[in-house]
């Protein structure tokens, strides 16, 4: 007689894999260019300067012990000195939570947030991490369109007339992931000011803030309002292997925040987190450091959309990279990037269609484009190989 095998959680029916991790594992051959993935560039991570962290953190044992579940208290320290000059008012250590990457902040929000059945406005497209954890929250998800001054607001105030009312506005503002579009000031005051009218929260997603090329990303949504709760990471400037992220809230979300991470991981690395610090802390290295990633990624960046308008003229619609990590592009002529990608890899070269990042389905015609892990020469090949599969 064989088991019964006990049932798993009934939420789980609703979610799917991430297109973009299962794209991955397609992509690892050597011979395929990859623009699929969203990846900072491993060559460009300061090896000898964690090192030399790592050595100064592992000289004590306090390194290898359990730390505050609201993390190690002098990294909290060099955050809110940080956020404090970017938001442009003093932010209290008690606002501060570190987590395993902005993602876990993400996911931990979202059950301090969010009852079943509530719901949550995102952009669309959207990026595909959000979707994930508002899906697996039970959350209703509406989604409001972007343009060139990212999430358009007015479509909140017309959702708002409808008689409904968001729980949570989640906003990739600075370079989205994956539109690369950065929300306008003018939208940013309008956002806070439907949040604190609304009784909303905003999460206001920023790990791509400091990626900027030509000029720094406007003020933050979250220096405009006590609404916006603010994410951000150590993966884009310094290492994803870090797990380093952290959030800006009021002390109840912190508070309410770390209940939940004592019952998932208890506290996070102690000796990444001290390495962090150290890196954070030494400004005027980070400061070359950060410029010298952002020199490499605006030139790759102008090489790939450079590459794509000769390639294809007016075919394809893409706009100027000012930041981040990624392109969008849409075929102008009815391309379906779904059904190009199988000939795409045969050619040797791999995208993500724009349809792994839609709410409620669309983006056929679309794809994003992640320009950091290869050179200028190699996003050409890349753009090629591409337009061999488009024929």
Request: glycine fraction near 8%; charge should be negative; proline fraction near 5%.
């Amino acid at each position: 007689m064989s088991p019964t095998i006990p049932p798993l959680a009934g939420k789980l029916e609703g979610l799917r894999s991430s297109a973009i991790r299962d794209l991955l594992k397609l992509t690892s051959r050597a011979d395929i260019v990859s623009l699929a993935g969203g990846l900072p560039d491993a060559e460009l991570m300061p090896r000898e300067r964690l090192a030399t962290a790592a050595d100064a953190a592992l000289s004590h044992n306090g390194c290898l012990q359990y730390t505050e579940s609201t993390g190690w208290t002098p990294l909290r320290e060099v955050l809110a000195h940080r956020e404090s000059a970017g938001l442009g008012r003093s932010v209290r250590l008690a606002e501060v939570f570190v987590t395993h990457g902005s993602q876990q902040a993400l996911s931990l929000l979202a059950e301090v947030l969010l009852d079943p059945g509530a719901l949550v406005v995102v952009e669309d497209p959207a990026y595909v991490g959000a979707l994930q954890v508002f899906r697996a929250a039970g959350a209703r998800i509406a989604a409001v369109p972007l343009d060139g001054e990212g999430m358009r607001t007015e479509a909140i105030t017309a959702l708002i007339a409808r008689g409904e009312r968001p729980a949570v506005v989640h906003t990739v503002s600075n370079f989205h992931n994956p539109g690369g579009v950065t929300m306008s000031p003018r939208r940013r005051m309008e956002l806070a000011r439907l949040a604190e009218q609304h009784g909303f929260w905003v999460i206001e997603d920023d790990p791509y803030g400091e990626l900027w090329f030509d000029s720094p990303a406007p003020a933050p949504v979250a220096s405009y309002s006590s609404n916006v709760i603010r994410l951000s990471s150590a993966s884009k400037i310094l290492s994803p292997s870090l797990r380093v992220g952290w959030m800006v809230a009021p002390e109840p979300v912190c508070r309410a925040v770390e209940l939940l991470k004592q019952g998932a991981d208890l506290c996070g690395s102690a000796l990444t987190q001290q390495i962090t610090a150290d890196l954070l802390a030494d400004t005027t290295w980070l400061a070359g450091h950060v410029d010298h990633v952002r020199a490499v990624y605006g030139e790759r960046a102008k090489a790939l959309v450079h590459a794509t308008r000769t390639r294809f003229a007016d075919r394809v619609r893409c706009g100027d990279a000012a930041g981040g990590m990624f392109v969008w592009a849409d075929f102008t002529d009815g391309t379906d990037t779904d059904r190009l990608l199988p000939r795409a890899l045969e050619s040797g070269v791999a995208y993500v269609p724009g349809s792994a990042f839609a709410v409620d389905g669309g983006y056929r015609n679309s794809m994003r484009m992640c320009f950091t892990t290869s050179d200028a020469a190699t996003l050409e090949l890349a753009i090629d190989r591409l337009a061999d599969a488009v024929g």
